[in-house]
């Protein structure tokens, strides 16, 4: 069982800055990549950023030199700092977690979704 919680959707306008938080949360849990996905209306589920625990960051190129992705390991904690955002970014923001949970002697390999949270940007 892993829990995440999502903040920081909103509105803003062209040029503007939004920040994204996800925070990970479970008994016996390991996280290994976290990142943020985005769907538009109409369009398919893209990657926006991921990072690694080590820190290891992918970045869509659309967003490449506009966003910044991050991670607190302590706190199991993805952020995403949205600079200079435009209409095309606009879309549902989905937090994705892969991690491994240890029950008992056994680990299981986990991949879970956010209910997301909703960025508009105006033009």
């Known amino acids: 069982q892993v829990q995440l919680v999502e903040s920081g959707g909103g509105f803003a306008q062209a040029g503007n800055s939004l920040r994204l938080s996800c925070a990970a949360s479970?008994?016996?849990?390991?996280?290994?990549?976290m990142g943020w996905y985005r769907q538009a209306p109409g369009k398919q589920r893209e990657l926006v950023a991921t990072?690694?625990?080590?820190?290891?960051?992918n970045y869509a190129d659309s967003v490449k030199g506009r966003f910044t992705i991050s991670r607190d390991n302590a706190k199991n904690t993805v952020y995403l700092q949205m600079d200079s955002l435009k209409p095309e970014d606009t879309a549902v923001y989905y937090c994705?977690?892969?991690?491994?949970?240890?029950?008992?002697?056994?680990?299981?390999?986990?991949?879970?979704w956010g209910k997301g949270t909703r960025v508009t940007v105006s033009s």
């Open positions: 479970g008994s016996a849990l390991r996280v290994n990549v």
């Open positions: 994705n977690v892969k991690s491994q949970i240890r029950d008992g002697l056994v680990d299981y390999n986990m991949d879970d």
């Open positions: 990072i690694t625990r080590n820190g290891l960051t």
